[in-house]
Every structure is written in C-alpha cells, then in structure tokens.
C-alpha cells in the first residue's frame, strides 16, 4: 500500500479511537473497517494475521461490553425495563440536546423509571449511579478493544 493510503487508513483509525470514547458513532467499526482496507491492499500473512487479531479484538470488545454491562446492572438490581426506558431516554436525548443530550437522557430516563417503580428518590438515584458506571465501564471496554486493534495495526505497519 503507498505511503497516502497509510496515512489515510491511519486518519480512519484515529476516528474510530474518537468514536470509540465519544460514543456519537460506531467508531470501533470505523476502525475495523480501515484496518481490513489496509489489510486487502497490502496483503500477505502478516496483513492478515493483523486483520484477524483486530476483529477478534474490535467483536470481543462488543460482546463483552453488552455482557457486562447487563450483568453489572441487573447485579446493581437495576431491571432491564429500567435498561430499556434509559436506553430509549438516551436516543431521545441525542436529537433533542445534540451530543450531551445521550447522557441527559441515560440519567433521566433510569431516573424517573426507578423512580416511579421504587417510590424511592435514594434508591432510584442509585440504580441511575450504577447505569452511568456501566455506560463508563462499556466505553473502556470498547476503547480497549480498538486500542488492541489499532497496536495491531501499527505492529503491521513496522513489519510490512
């Protein structure tokens, strides 16, 4: 692959590491997906050796962010209708308040579940607690798959 299109694929990789953190858009995939152009035009095992680790890395890091993040909560005593209305509040948050408007509405959406299920502000506040530290806990997780992948890809990069 030419000097160009590296830079290029290391521009999408740098995106995907953004949107891995930020959460506005899938940016593991992003990532994933440069590596595997990287990957088909240079070619050769070691390229695909890279290609292989970065998508065992980028979809192990998204199975296992789901999984622990529904096991955190429902170890928390957070329901998943609870899940599911915070999820929703999060999606309705994004278009209302660009950006910040998904954590507004991770809040409130939990929040006001809990609230009218527990009748209780302290408890329905902590289930909300525990639905920001899984969201904090799922990040990390997805950013530590696209960091594999992306070492991956620069180990390629030295030894092609």
């Known amino acids: 692959m030419p000097w160009w299109g590296e830079l290029i694929v290391g521009l999408v990789v740098v995106i995907g590491l953004i949107g891995a953190v930020i959460q506005i858009y899938p940016g593991s995939v992003i990532l994933l997906g440069g590596i595997l152009v990287w990957c088909?035009?240079?070619g050769g095992s070691v390229?695909?050796?890279v290609g292989g680790i970065a998508t065992v890395a980028v979809a192990g890091a998204y199975l296992w962010r789901?999984?622990?993040s529904w096991k955190y909560l429902a170890d928390?005593?957070?329901p998943n209708r609870s899940m599911i209305i915070g999820g929703l509040a999060s999606i309705v948050g994004f278009f209302v308040i660009p950006v910040i408007g998904l954590v507004v509405g991770l809040v409130a959406g939990t929040y006001l579940a809990e609230r009218v299920r527990l009748k209780d502000h302290t408890k329905a506040w902590r289930a909300t607690v525990a639905a920001?530290?899984?969201t904090g806990w799922s990040i990390l997780i997805e950013l530590a798959g696209a960091l594999i992948a992306t070492g991956a890809w620069i180990?390629?990069?030295i030894l092609t």
Do not use: D, R
């Open 40 to 42: 088909f035009f240079t």
């Open 47 to 49: 390229a695909w050796w």
């Open 66 to 68: 789901f999984l622990f």
């Open 76 to 78: 928390a005593g957070v």
């Open 132 to 134: 920001l530290k899984s």
């Open 155 to 157: 180990t390629g990069l």
